[in-house]
C-alpha cells in the first residue's frame, strides 16, 4: 500500500518536473520561482517566528504576550515539521534530481 501511494507520488512529482523543465522560463519567472524556492527554507520560516517575538518588545504587555505565545507555538510548530522532513527525506531517500531527470534543466 505504502510503496503504491509513493509511486504515485513519485510520477506526479515527476510529470510537474517535466512540465516545468521542457524549457528555460524567463529569467523574471527564474527568480520568481527562486524566491518562492528560498520562502520555504529554514531561514526564512525562522525569520518569520523570530520577528514577531522581537516585535512584541515593544507592545503592551497583554498584548505582547499573545504576540510571544503565538510566537513560541510557530516555533515549535516550524522545529517538529523540519524533524519530519528530515526522517522523511532519510527514510524515503532518492537521488535528488532523480538521474532520470538528469536532462533536464534545474
Not at 498584548?63 to 503565538?70: C, G, H, K
Request: aromatic share 6%.
Amino acid at each position: 500500500m505504502t510503496s503504491q501511494i509513493i509511486a504515485r507520488l513519485d510520477a506526479s512529482d515527476r510529470a510537474i518536473f517535466a512540465r516545468w523543465t521542457v524549457a528555460p522560463p524567463p529569467p523574471l519567472v527564474a527568480r520568481l520561482w527562486t524566491l518562492v524556492t528560498h520562502l520555504g527554507g529554514s531561514t526564512a520560516t525562522i525569520l518569520a517566528v523570530l520577528l514577531p517575538a522581537f516585535v512584541s518588545l515593544f507592545l503592551t504587555p497583554d498584548f505582547a504576550i499573545r504576540v510571544r505565545q503565538a510566537s513560541l507555538a510557530g516555533a515549535l510548530t516550524l522545529l517538529i515539521s523540519h524533524l519530519l522532513v528530515q526522517v522523511l527525506k532519510r527514510t524515503a531517500g532518492r537521488p535528488r534530481p532523480s538521474p532520470a531527470d538528469a536532462r533536464c534543466r534545474l
